[in-house]
Each structure stands twice: as structure tokens, then as C-alpha cells.
């Protein structure tokens, strides 16, 4: 029998990593806010690889963070080693990533929801919702109770309508044999929603013991460790090492003798894959010129034998895959305790939603994660953290947060959600932005912690920490400007040791710099007045000077780009009936329904001609309005 | 009610008809203002779609002969009131006539505003819009030709050649940085800027080909100059191809030809100042050759006339020595004439010489073949694909910009998301010379790029 079991302002449908963030954002924000799960014992689980960040994925984290979001922090907590990807790259690639604990992390999660003030955490299954009269959301879970709520957040992972794969066996199933969302599905889809099937995947865990890693490549933390919170002051040590090994021409052979046998191939799962992250059939169907691909072997956890085999992940049938993980080196013995799988699910088509993450069609219904298209722990906690953030202050009457392209990575991925939609699990890398050099790792702080002030999740010490970090910034900019170093032999000594040209009448300490031969390192000797802080300050007054050039370039960029985004187009404007508009463009216009022209000038199918009909359309109905008014 | 505006709607000097067009819903009022028709009708009472003959006044005075042709709303070109006002041809006349336009009640349509009146009141598509452009821009066969193979052939295959490459580079650059796990070959830099180097070469000789083609579209800024007599009126009139009725014998009418535009061959002449012309009664013969100094040194390209039949004056010389490093083509006229002038002096100091006899018309092939090849356009293929517009080149100028920049950060060794985010720069440039990318300059150009009028 039905039963009301209770009210919130914010109700949360999945605890996974888009879940958490949401759920905390809105009870933070002073939301009454109920978090569901199938099961409370999957609460931030990591059903695939056991680390946190990586390229581009390492910029989220730091941007959740900068934000007031928990990942970088459990993540601090959490971390077995962690390392600053792509040194050497430059600094717009910089990323970071943590092998992770994944039962801390998932305990140490469940443990900060469960003590979140305003915030209630519940095992049930949600098997349907829908909108009441009075505009509110009515949740009825597997057992009858019914949850009304303000707002809801769909964040279902790859519950939603779970089937497993592997070979020719498939059953329904959510991650790490979980059971899966099964009703909500049908409940989503009667409302008018428009959802499809993707597929991930994850490979096996071995046994530690069962490995020879014997002339295996060791890969260890960097020291010193450099953690993702700005929060946090003293990170712990690495404590474990991966191990790199490689494919070979017979577990090729293997594999492609048995395609006929992947799900994938033989058609039986329809949902699409991501193309970012293949499964090793796919990567030596797709790149069959190569010899050999390489795998990491990450630990699971301190308390587990249980190792990670990434870039292994898989939907052959047993049997096969204990052949082909027996024909790399290194793995020749292992004893396979889970056997890769492929996982499907629903998801909605994100371009169904605006830059709050809401459906435009249903008010008050919001999608974060997979369930928007989205693969990755961090890409869902970045939709998640936004998603909740909205809610709670659509629920207060405040402002929404929209984050454009030009303000960071969390915001290049809902926009390139929203308007471009996705045909495949989309993951986040660094080449999807265009502003690189500005929406680096090291500077999230400067560019969003002043945001994550204003909407209230930032605390008075971490704000007071803020403002300090930014006056020492100026203050060394400043100094460095200022700061003449005079010819000397000491100083033409350094300058010759590090392949530069000699001076021979004073230059500033910022021109030198500026140089790429010098570093702030190598000028540490002759750099008298330097000040003792924190490197990290040292580290960013270097890359504002440095590549002073490009930075100034795309600043220009994004100007011009902000003007067209200030271009508001009305939801409510009927592509169909403006004249001028190509057919693909109307199409495409009302399916995405764009903000702004800036947005409308991204989707694909819509040409500058098109965009110049908008303006010009804009520009008449503002001129309707205003002879209106007079 | 939108205000009702006018301008010059066919392009600039060419044609034997300029046409003023004024469009709004005073249109007619407008046009009553300053056109009388020899049946006294006024154009109010004239019905849609008819013509009538008169003449065209301002403050009182005869400007020119007129046709009138009246369109009502919404059957015009704009969708509103249009008033066509025919007179004759040549920028000076038409200039005039819609100056006295507005004075009497119109604004100066600003670019592209009759498209956009158009466009608004639903006359025109966007495609049509351009498309009307694209005919009215193009001036002879060849630029014609270059329009067609714009952006759908040639020059589209041109500049994806060199995007293509670009865009490798910044998808190599890219999985290098995205995938630092998986083994994606090192960048070698030495081979990075060698891509980058063939990207420059191929953008610059882009560029090179667009200032010979916009000869071609936009014409040659031209001076005849020589001393009175000589034959400059002569040889204007056969590059026109007809006596022009604003060509009188009438001292001081020649003065009025301050600007003409004529086609040789497939290259069209902007005749700036026939210096020497109106000279005649000038006391000081000088005077001619010393305005023709003036022009000669700011002129695409100079024909310098010189009778024959007489030997060479001093101005003549003076004239030769401004001829030396000057776009110039000595034209020795009346050659039916015994000739009893120096060639070889002039050969000696001018590059390019021709003759030909203005009156009997001979010697125009040569004429036209010497002026190709000092304006640039007689290597030019247009079906190779050229950049048409001054937006096009803006945009191929900024890729070049970007490339050598990405060149100079490969040089100095910066590290190389600072090459991949110029690199970008690059592609993203081309991307909006194609039109696949809206920015915010192709938004404002858009109209911008539409020629006065149409």
C-alpha cells in the first residue's frame, strides 16, 4: 500500500559520484535533501578503475573543489599514490591523479552524507516519478513509499535499466552485481522523456599474489605528493606502486580468433560504446597496425589482493578472456577473481536540458552522470555538484549557476552536453577546450572559488585562505616587475649555465622570466629579495608570465566569444516559423533549444548564416517589443 | 515604421545606368521631391510596376535625364515602397542624383540594408541574399568565375588542404597530451615545424593570389596622364567602348569625369582624374603633369599617353622620369601618324610601352595584355579558387598569423599546448573563412559584406 514517507526540497535519485555531489551541494545550500540508493553499501563506489583525476578529468576535480565540492577532498583522504600527469607537457596539461582506496573512499563518502546536516541518506528503489498538481515531484519506491520533493536529480549511473554482458551470457544487473534500476525506466519514458542505450565496460581484477612482476615497469607516486583539495595542508605519503606490462601478438591472435564471440560485434548489445575508452577488442579491431598496447596493474585497495588491469576492460566470455590475460607478460598465472564485463543502460539525451542541468520540458528535473551521457567518476561529480547547486537555488529563488566555456572544464562539459548532445559516453580531455592555457589545474581556485563564495560553499577560513593566496600572487607579480637584476658574473654565470644570452646592463627580474631557457628555480641564486612562500605561488606567477603572450590571446578570444553569449535568445522562440532558417538549422534549433547565440553558433548543423537569421530575428522582435511598449 | 532610406543600388561606376533606389514608406514623397516627368504626372499617382520619363532636379537645376520606376508594397525587392530612379551611368551622375535624394527626405541606406529590408519582410532568404551579392560584386568573366568556384570548389579545397594539415598536427598534439598513457609517438619537433612551414607557404601564396584577384574584382586604380592633345579623351572613350555622352566638346565637362570605371579585357580600370584633360586653358601646361606626379605616385596603375607624331617636350621627359619605378604603361598614341618621337628613350626608361592608334582602335589586345602583366593578373587562374572578400582575407591573414606564430613558439622551445592552442588559432581562422564557424565577426559582417543597395 502506498504511504507518504516523506517531504524534501531535494530529492536525489542514485548515491554514485554525480549523487554525492548533488546531495551535499543542496544540503549544504540549506535544502532539505533526501539521497536514494538500491544500496547503501554502494554509496561512491568506483565499479571501474580505482583511481580519481587523470588528464583533463584531474582539472574537474581541482574545479569541483575550488567550487566547494567533496571529491578532491575524499580523494585527499583516500589516495595510495598520486602523481602530476604530462610534466613536461606544459602547463595547460598538467593533470593530476590518484590511485585510490576504493572501500575507503566508498565508506569515507557515505560517512560525510551520512553526517551532512539537511541531508537524509535511504536504501530504496525508486520505481517511478511524477509530477503532482501542485508542481511537486512524487517518488514511489520499490516498497510503496511515496517521497515528494521540490526538485529531483536524476543520477542512476549504470543502474538504469542495467544489463550485464559478457560473451553470450547477459542478465540484468546494475554495476558490481548490484541490482539494477528496472521500473524507473518506464516511469521516465511515459513522461515524455527521450532516453537510449549506452554501454560502458571495466576489465577483470586479478589476485595480487598470482602476478610475477618480474621485469614488469614499476611506476611510483610523485614526491613530493601534491594533493587535489586546496584544503588540503599536510597529504599523506604513496603507499603502493603500479606496474606497466603489454599486449603481444598472441593476445591479439586470441582476441581476434574470438570476436565472433564479443556481444559487441555480434550485435547483441545495442547500446553505443565509449570511444574514448575502448575495450581492448576494440582497440586491436580499430588500431590493427599496432603491435602491442600497453596496460597498467593498479591495487585496488591496502586491505584487498584485488588488482585493477587497466586498459584491459572486455565483454568476451570467460574462457577467452583467462586466455588472453594469460598471454601478457607478467600475467601468465593470475588468477582472475572478476571477470571483465560490458555493462548497458539507459541514459537521456542531454541536449534535452539547459546549463543548469534541468530538463527544459520538466521544471524542476534535473540529470547529472552517466545518466546524461557522461562517462567518468569526475565528469559525473562535476555535473552533480552543478546539478545540486541549481536546484537548491532554484528552490530559494536565487540566481542559477550557469559556468561558460571560458570559466572552466565543468563548464565546457555541460555546454558541450547540452548543445552538442553525445553519441557515446563522453569523457572529458583537455583538447575539448579551447581555452587551455587560462583553465589550467593550478589557477581553479582563482577562477571559481569567488564563484563557489557567492553561492554559499565556501567557509569564512577557506575564503580568508583564498584572499591570502591571491594577495601573495600580486605581490610576487608585483615584486618580479619591479625588481632589476643587475650584469654580473654571478648572475651571466647562471644565464650561460642554462643556455641564455649574457647581460650587460640592468634587466628586470620579470624579463628574465619571460625567457624559456630560464625557470624560477634556476634564478633562485641570484634573486636576493624572493620571498619564503608556498611554491605552488611561485609556480603560477611563472605560468602568468611565461606564456603571458597566449594567455592574452585567448583572453581576447573569449571576449569576443562572451558578447554573443550575451545574445539571450527566449526559450519559447518556434525555429519552425523563422524564415531564412535552413531546415537542418530549424531542426536542430528546437530540438537543443540554445540560451544564447553563442550556443546556438556551437551545434553542429547550424551555420553562420543561420546564426546571422537569428540575429536579425532578434533584432526585429526586440524592436516588436519595443513598439510595444511605446 | 522603419525610415525611408536610399542609395546607389547598382555597383560602383560600372554599367551605362546607375540606378538610385529608394525604398520606405516615403518613398514616392521622396522621389516627387526631387523628379519631374515630362507628363508632369507625379509619381504618387503613378500605378505599381509602370515607368515614366522626366528629369532630375536639385535646388532647382537640372541634373540629369531620368527614368522612374515605381514598386508597390509589398511587391517590391524590400517588401515596401520602392522608388527606382534610372539616370545615367558613371559614379559622378548618380553620386548627384542621390545626394539630391537625400536632401529631400531619404537616409543613406547603411550596407546592406535593402538585403536586410528584404530579408526582414520575408522577400529574400538568407542564400538568396548572398547569392544577389555575389552577382552584383562580380565584374567580368573571371571574377564571375571566381565566385562560382568560391566556396564550394576551389578555394574551399585550397584551404581545407591546409587545414587538414593543421588539423593533424593538433590531433597528434592532442592525443600526445590526452593519452599520456597510452603510447602515442613523441612530438618531434623538427618535423612539427616542418609541418607548420609548408602550412606558411601554402597561407602566403593564398594571400598573394587574393591582391591579384582583387584587381579583378575590385579594379585597378588608374591615371591617363599626358600632356593636352595627346589623345588621353581619345583613349578613354575606346576603353569605354563608346562615346559617352558625358564626354562633350564643351570646355569644363571633362572636368566632371573625376571617376569612371572601364573594362579591359577582364581587368576593370578605376579612372581616377584623367589629369591633363581640363588643362587646356590653363596658362601653365605644367600644372597637368604636375597633378599627374600626385596620382602617379598613389596609382595601381598609370597610362601614360604620348603623341607620336611630335617629338618628346620637356613634360613629356618629366613625365617619363615619375614613369620609372611606377605601375606604368607607356601608351605612344597615334601611330596612323608619321612618328617623330624618341621610342628608344622611352624604352630605355619606361618597362612596359604599347602602341596604338586610339582613333582607328588598334593596339587594344597589346594594351590589355601589357596591363595584365603589371597588375598581376596574367599568371592568375581563377578556377584555381582566390579569396573573394576582404573578410576572407582578414580571416586567411589571421591563420597566417597564427601559424608563424606556432612556428616561433617551436623555435624558442615553449612548451607545446602553448603550439597546440595557436595551432588551433589557426584552424579555427580557416574554419570561419569556410563559414563552418560562427564567430563573432562573421556575425556583425554579415551585412557589412553586402554591397550598398542591393
Redesign the interface.
Known sequence: MKFLAGEFDVAVIGAGHAGIEAGLAAARLGCKTGVFTINLDAVGNCPCNPSIGG??KGHLVREIDALGGEMGKAADDCFLQIRM??R??????HSLRAQIDRRKYSERMKHTLELQENLELRQAEIVSIEKADDGRWVLLTRLEAQYIAKAVIIATGTYLGGKVYIGDVSYESGPDGMFPSKFLPDSLEKMGMKIRRFKTGTPARVLKSSIDFDGLEEQEGDEPVVPFSYDTENPSENKIKCYISWTNEKTKKIILDNISRSPMYSGKIEGVGPRYCPSIEDKIVRFSDKQR??L?IEPCGIDTEEMYL??MSSSLPEDVQLEFYHSIKGLEHCVVMRPAYAIEYFCADPIQMNSTLEFIDFEGLYGAGQFNGSSGYEEAAAQGLVAGINAALKILDREPLILDRASSYIGTLIDDLVTKGCNDPYRM???RS?Y??ILRQDNADTRLTPIGRKIGLIGDDRWHRFNVKQELIKAELERIRKTVISPSEAVNSILRENGTSEINTGIKLVDLLKR??LSYDALKDIDETRPDINANIFEQVEIEI??EG?IK??LT?IE??R??EKKILPLNINYENI??L?LEAREKLNKVRPEN?GQ???ISG????????L??YLS?LKNKSAEEKE | MEKTVAAISTANGTGGVGIIRISGENAKEVADNVFVSVSNKKIKEMNGYTATFGKVYDDGEIIDEAIALVFNAPHSYTGEDVVEISCHGGLYVTKKVLRAVLKNGASPAEAGEFTKRAFLNGRLGLTEAEAVMDIISARGEQSAKAALSCMEGNLRKRINAVRDNLVSIAAHLSAWADYPEEDIPEIDTDNLADSLENCRLKLSSLLKDYDAGKVIREGVDTVIAGKPNVGKSTLMNLLSGCERSIVTNVPGTTRDIIEETVMLGEIPLNLSDTAGIHSTDDPVETIGVKRAKDRVKNAGLVLAVFDSSKALSDDDKELIELLENAPALAVINKTDLKTEMDIEYIKSKVKHIVFISAKNGQGTEELEKEVADIVGTSNLDASQGILATERQRSAAESALKSVNEAIETVRLGITLDAVTVVVEDAINSLLELTGERTTEAVVDKVFHQFCVGK
Open positions: 588528464t583533463a600527469l604530462n613536461g607537457k606544459g602547463p595547460a596539461v598496447h600497453q597498467f587497466q586498459g580531455m583537455t583538447s579551447e587551455r592555457l624559456p631557457e611565461k606564456y597566449y590571446r585567448q578570444v569576443q566569444v558578447k554573443l524564415e531564412g535552413r547565440i546556438a553558433g556551437r547550424v551555420s553562420p548564416a543561420d546564426i546571422s537569421v540575429v536579425i526585429t
